[in-house]
């Protein structure tokens, strides 16, 4: 196996600037699993620590990610009412139990189940994933309060009902997808989700914003604790093999794609214990099922990411911000949906969905 590469004075800068996506992003996966935007902070400072220590590939940068948090919003929404303490409380332990799985399968050395995930069932899943990610975050982009119903339900409500469109929220939320959008065109490394988040701020504090806001966000570094509703436990055994193993595939084709690029060797059944110590990490924290980040990863190797411990400082650079994370309290909500639909909108591959249906 490849020996560990030492750290590098690069690691600082690429860390530093996976943090300023991923702060922003953090927020937005939160509420796609349903819960307070602030969780997602809690769910990107320790777990990109830990999983630092344990990491197989150099690039991997861990943390809150689109998919997952759709699975644990589909696992938790049937138990609890998303956003309450109660739902909170699911979440964490959530994480447990898909932290426990991940790394019983690596130390089993079961990681070779990397290997035989298939590709037409990864890029399906993918793609539908993507579709119901964007279908949750239009009736937050258009400022439409929709009904109660399936995420393609509230989608298609809102979309036909016009006339509940708040004008700021679509602007901004246009405005933001451009801005992600374009500014990818302009440079890989050009921070457009960052940018987003500053207009966002900005005009809510210039004009008074009086839409849906991120709102409090609690000062101060995550609540350590194994406070959790271990009474509950026998609910989540099934949901978290589910994500444990469904949301590993992210995370191990990011690493495999960047060990064939440099030529080195991967160890998935290292990578496991790595996503499953982070996970355990944000369940005792305050967090939500982790997983790890294709886009957060390449701009950490375009950033010069040299070692695997480019995460942990990614996870420092969070944990410093947390005390002052207030500052984003002001942000329309209609931002972070954008940022969610600019990011996961790409997912979608009909060329390659429909070439699986031709020749399957």
């Avoid at 030492?6 to 937005?28: C, E, K, N, T």
């Avoid at 708040?166 to 933001?176: D, F, G, P, Q, R």
Wanted: proline share 8%; aromatic share 10%; hydrophobic share 55%.
């Amino acid at each position: 196996m490849t020996a560990p590469r030492r750290f590098s004075p690069a690691d600082i800068v690429a860390g530093f600037s996976v943090a300023l996506i991923l702060i922003p992003q953090s927020l937005a996966y939160a509420e796609i699993a349903g819960l307070p935007p602030y969780i997602g902070l809690f769910a990107a400072a320790v777990p990109p620590i830990a999983a630092a220590f344990f990491a197989s590939s150099p690039y991997l940068q861990t943390g809150p990610v689109a998919m997952t948090a759709l699975l644990t919003f589909g696992a938790l929404a049937p138990l609890a009412t998303p956003e309450t303490s109660e739902y909170i409380k699911l979440a964490a332990l959530l994480a447990v139990v898909v932290g426990v799985v991940r790394v019983a399968f690596g130390l089993l050395r079961s990681g070779v189940i990397a290997y035989f995930m298939s590709q037409p069932v990864l890029v399906g899943f993918t793609s539908a994933a993507a579709i119901l990610i964007c279908s949750s975050q239009l009736p937050v982009a258009l400022g439409a309060p929709a009904p109660d119903g399936g995420l393609l339900e509230r989608a298609w409500w809102s979309i036909t009902h016009p006339g509940d469109w708040e004008t700021a929220a679509v602007v901004l939320a246009i405005v933001s997808v451009l801005v992600v959008i374009g500014g990818r065109r302009i440079h890989k490394l050009f921070p457009g989700v960052l940018v987003a988040v500053l207009i966002g701020v900005g005009f809510s504090d210039l004009v008074g914003y009086d839409g849906v806001t991120v709102g409090d966000i609690p000062a101060g570094l995550p609540p350590f604790g194994v406070d959790l509703p271990w009474g509950d436990l026998g609910m989540l055994i099934v949901p978290g093999i589910v994500i444990a193993l469904v949301g590993f595939a992210e995370p191990a084709a990011i690493a495999r794609v960047f060990a064939a690029q440099d030529r080195e060797r991967w160890d998935p059944d290292r990578e496991f214990i790595s996503q499953g110590v982070a996970n355990l990490a944000s369940g005792f924290s305050g967090g939500f099922p982790v997983g790890g980040s294709f886009s957060r990863s390449s701009i950490n190797k375009l950033a010069g990411g040299r070692s695997r411990w480019s995460g942990a400082v990614t996870g420092v650079v969070v944990l410093a911000f947390l005390p002052v994370a207030g500052i984003l309290e002001p942000l329309p909500r209609a931002v972070l949906g954008a940022i969610v639909i600019a990011a996961v909108a790409r997912l979608v591959r009909p060329d390659q969905v429909l070439g699986i249906f031709r020749f399957s």
